[in-house]
């Protein structure tokens, strides 16, 4: 087997040159899209540069779609769908890239904001597998909507702009620490600790003892009238995450690598996104799904569970003049699905809990897991031989550089996609992506070379 470093294939100054390019893009990309809405916006933003047409706009007009045609549709603002029409008709079966496009973080609670010793705090429910002692000390930000009774949505980022303040969790002091430090690592920051302080200034107005009780929160209150017009009510019916204020950075001294938050799964997102966009039309239908919700089990209406993906593609065929139901499932029986998600990358430090051999390695190019999972596979879709060798085809005649790995040793923990979701549509799925170092803490980090093979191999299946 063939392990070359995929630096290798590019010492020719131009061709480094295109790796570098392609991560400047995604680094790009990934600072501003922190959160599934601001991806989803992003990506239907430059799908409409691309020449990608609305769905929703044909449905409403009862217009068709023909070979070359390429549309988009968005769902609830936090996924989002993409379709490069092919020759063949649809119910022939769709070459599909999936990926996710929400990352762990803190969410507010509905009933956030309150006061304690003078300082203002919000109050958060964690979201997707964290340890919690990493999210503390850290410049954090807000970012979400606001949706208000009267049917406005208002957008708020507060903490990215370098002229911002930022938000953060405070930590203990090492000097009082001795009964913290004595805890194991799952409890020395507790869930319900997560609360974020935003404000020490209480509101100058007070007049009365009333005024002056709550003064910082009432303060706070205020300067969110005066910037935003919302109330306190209205976080009641608020999306906002709490995650590292921030761009991503180049990483390492040589600038191998992308030191980012939510690379997970942006990191596969970015580059399948890509690759619909700059790939020609061709004899079958290309389609690239981005959902929300993977880090909490695909569920909702926004989540790969949801009947989003079937229920666009069903509109497409109705638009392509073919209503047989008959057709929907063929449409999906006869797709092919490269799911990508995020691998664990061997880290030096930790080589304990890493088999060797079925590893992945920064620098060694795109990840393709036969199965995931976690005690005996559980869980995991495992792909079938005689697919594997379809894609081992693929990617070797488009001379992508690629690697095979599972998550970690037997038994040591494990991990679950969305691939076995797709699976259940009787179509053909394997997990793929780019490995990660620091999975899932605020700050990931993965290899810029790896993102140009993974989005090399994206379009080498799409044409495929
Ligand atoms: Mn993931
Ligand atoms: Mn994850």
Redesign the pocket.
């Known amino acids: 087997m063939d392990s070359k470093n995929a630096w290798l294939k590019y010492t020719k100054k131009r061709d480094r040159k295109k790796v570098m390019e392609f991560a400047e893009q995604y680094r790009a990309f990934l600072s501003v899209s922190k959160t599934e809405r601001e991806c989803t916006d992003f990506f239907a933003a430059e799908a409409e540069k691309a020449g990608f047409k609305n769905l929703d706009e044909i449905i409403a007009e009862n217009g068709t779609v023909k070979a070359g045609d390429k549309v988009y549709r968005t769902n609830r603002g936090k996924n989002i769908a993409l379709f490069v029409i092919g020759e063949e008709p649809l119910s022939k079966g769709m070459n599909i890239l999936g990926a996710?496009i929400d990352?762990?973080r803190m969410d507010l609670k509905q009933v956030p904001l309150y006061e304690d010793t003078e300082m203002a705090f919000l109050d958060t429910h964690y979201y997707?597998?964290i340890k919690k002692y990493q999210w503390v000390t850290l410049p954090l930000a807000l970012h979400g909507v606001v949706a208000k009774k009267d049917g406005t949505v208002v957008k708020v980022c507060i903490g990215e702009d370098i002229e911002d303040p930022v938000v953060g969790v405070s930590d203990l002091l090492i000097h009082l620490a001795a009964d913290q430090m004595k805890k194991t690592g799952a409890k020395v920051i507790e869930g319900e600790d997560l609360n974020v302080m935003i404000g020490t200034i209480p509101l100058d107005k007070a007049t009365d003892d009333k005024d002056k009780k709550d003064a910082v929160k009432k303060n706070i209150l205020k300067i969110l009238k005066d910037k935003y017009d919302i109330e306190e009510d209205d976080f009641l019916s608020a999306e906002i995450v709490v995650l590292p204020a921030g761009p991503a950075r180049d990483y390492g001294l040589d600038r191998g690598c992308i030191m980012g938050y939510g690379q997970?799964?942006k990191v596969c997102a970015y580059p399948s996104f890509r690759a619909i966009v700059d790939t020609e039309p061709g004899k079958r239908t290309y389609a690239c799904l981005l959902v929300d919700k993977?880090?909490i089990g695909s569920v909702g209406a926004t989540g790969m569970q949801s009947k989003f993906f079937a229920n666009t593609v069903a509109e497409l065929l109705h638009a392509e003049g073919d209503d047989s139901p008959l057709s929907i499932m063929r449409a999906m029986q006869y797709s092919k699905a490269l799911s990508s998600?995020?691998s664990a990358a061997f880290d030096p430090n930790y080589p304990e809990v890493m088999e060797k051999k079925n590893s992945a390695y920064f620098g060694r190019g795109l990840v393709i897991n036969k199965y995931t999972g976690a005690r005996g596979k559980s869980g995991s879709n495992d792909a079938s031989a005689e697919y594997m060798a379809e894609i081992r085809k693929i990617f070797d005649d488009a001379d992508v550089a690629f690697q095979t790995s599972e998550l970690g040793k037997v038994d040591q923990g494990g991990?679950g996609t969305i691939a076995y979701i797709l699976g259940n549509w009787d179509m053909n799925v394997i997990d793929s992506g780019v490995a990660v170092l620091n999975?899932?803490a605020p700050w990931e980090i993965t290899s810029k070379v790896d993102i140009y093979e993974a989005y090399k191999g994206y379009v080498a299946f799409l044409l495929a």
Do not use: I, K, Q, R
Request: avoid cysteine; aromatic fraction near 0%; glycine fraction near 22%.
């Open positions: 996710h990352s762990p997707g597998g997970d799964d993977e880090e998600d995020v991990g999975m899932h």
